[in-house]
């Protein structure tokens, strides 16, 4: 099967696992909302990559919008159920330090 191929069957079979697909999208945005409020409170945001990306608000949007997005609808909803775990556990600890610093 070619790429493009590939790519209209994964399309088509989009509408299944919406739950888990909008889910990791969800998740990335809450993410980088709670990241860019973070910084613009004072804090320090510890992975370099973001870092970086933070200066550079175009690349910002593209690596947490526009792929999250790519990547939920080329992969089966089952298949991101780690990452959402994942991102989970990132989300919590987001508000967690939010809320230590707040008391």
């Given amino acids: 099967m070619d790429m493009t191929a590939s790519l209209l069957l994964s ?5 299944y696992g919406v739950v888990e697909k909008v889910s990791f999208v969800l998740l990335n945005q809450l993410d980088l909302t709670l990241t860019i409020i973070a910084v613009s409170l004072g804090f320090s945001e510890i992975n370099p990559f973001m870092k970086y990306l933070l200066a550079m608000p175009a690349q910002l949007m593209i690596f947490k919008l526009i792929v999250p997005s790519f990547i939920a609808w080329l992969t089966p909803g089952r298949l ?3 990452s959402i775990f994942f991102l989970c556990l990132v989300v919590g600890w987001d508000i967690k330090e939010f809320l230590v610093a707040l008391a």
Avoid: G, V
């Fill in 11 to 15: 399309a088509a079979n989009f509408r």
């Fill in 80 to 82: 991101l159920l780690p």
